[in-house]
């Protein structure tokens, strides 16, 4: 089974706080997502890797970067939280390969609140 | 411009009947599409795909069909439990310009089913 984990389920921060979300999945996938997850707002991407130290921006990168050092691991930052980015964060990651290995797993969420 | 769209923003069932879930989409270059469920303050869980070259797959109590001609995919879920309670989002997926993957999924805005006991 794809196993794909958070640091963590809850978090606090204040406004202007670093924030680092890691995610790490265990099944050698090639592809890293991170999402946010907004009521009526469906699943928005905010920035994808699909190799090691590669990054390509989703729907919505302003205010966030990422870092994929290692092929398992991928951290998204939020460089000066905002009140703006209280959601629920979402990992995922998928092999890779057109067709059934472009299904993507994902992590248990991180419900982030900024004060 | 949503590229895959959910129409019904909610769904309610009785315990034991059929529950439809539809998904619309415009992009004529998707041809992998996606369910997944979500409950709250849990991440989305892959549930089941259809490829393009198909017009339905099952599993279980699980049944996706896919009409491309009117671009139409849809969810049956026979019968429908309590424990199906969530919410429902549709995805899919398409080729890059070159052939390959393009990476991405692109979601609708989910459906949230409410199986009533």
């Known amino acids: 089974d794809v196993k794909v984990t958070q640091s963590s389920r809850y978090l606090v921060k204040r406004t202007g706080e670093k924030v680092f979300l890691e995610c790490v999945q265990d099944m050698d996938h090639e592809n890293m997502f991170w999402y946010r997850q907004d009521p009526g707002l469906g699943l928005r991407l905010i920035y994808f890797s699909y190799d090691v130290k590669m990054k390509e921006k989703g729907d919505i990168p302003e205010g966030y970067s990422v870092s994929r050092e290692k092929k398992e691991r991928f951290s998204l930052i939020l460089e000066s939280a905002s009140t703006n980015q209280t959601s629920m964060y979402l990992c995922?990651?998928?092999?890779?390969?057109?067709?059934?290995?472009?299904?993507?797993?994902f992590g248990p969420g991180t419900r982030l609140l900024v004060l | 411009d949503q590229q895959v769209k959910q129409n019904s923003p909610s769904l309610s069932v009785q315990e034991g009947r059929i529950s439809i879930l539809n998904c619309d989409y415009t992009?004529?270059?998707?041809?992998?599409f996606l369910w997944y469920k979500k409950y709250p303050a849990e991440g989305p869980t892959f549930l089941i795909s259809i490829s393009s070259i198909k017009d339905k797959n099952e599993d279980g109590r699980f049944t996706v069909f896919l009409n491309k001609s009117a671009k139409h995919l849809s969810l049956h879920i026979v019968p429908s439990q309590p424990g199906d309670s969530a919410v429902y989002f549709c995805?899919?997926?398409?080729?890059?310009?070159?052939?390959?993957?393009?990476?991405?999924?692109?979601f609708g805005k989910g459906t949230l089913l409410t199986v009533n006991p």
């Open positions: 992009n004529s270059m998707f041809d992998y």
């Open positions: 995805a899919a997926s398409g080729s890059s310009i070159s052939g390959g993957s393009n990476y991405k999924l692109t």
């Open positions: 995922a990651s998928s092999f890779g390969d057109r067709g059934s290995g472009e299904t993507q797993y």
